[in-house]
């Protein structure tokens, strides 16, 4: 993960409970403390995450 820009994630619906296995729990800390969120939209009930670094949610 730390070696891309940006990434985008697929979630489930918000106030689902947060997926407790370690390697979720890991990408969900490194999101937070190395990218910033963009965006979000829904789609079919899942929501569809783009992010980036710090700063780099535009694109050029």
Do not use: N, Y
Not at 7 to 33: F, H, S, W
């Amino acid at each position: 993960m730390l070696a891309t820009p940006r990434i985008v994630a697929v979630r489930d619906p918000a106030g689902q409970p947060l997926d407790a296995t370690p390697g979720e729990a890991v990408k969900r800390r490194t999101l937070a403390a190395h990218f910033e969120e963009c965006g979000t939209r829904r789609v079919r009930g899942a929501r569809i995450t783009v992010f980036a670094r710090p700063g780099r949610c535009r694109v050029p």
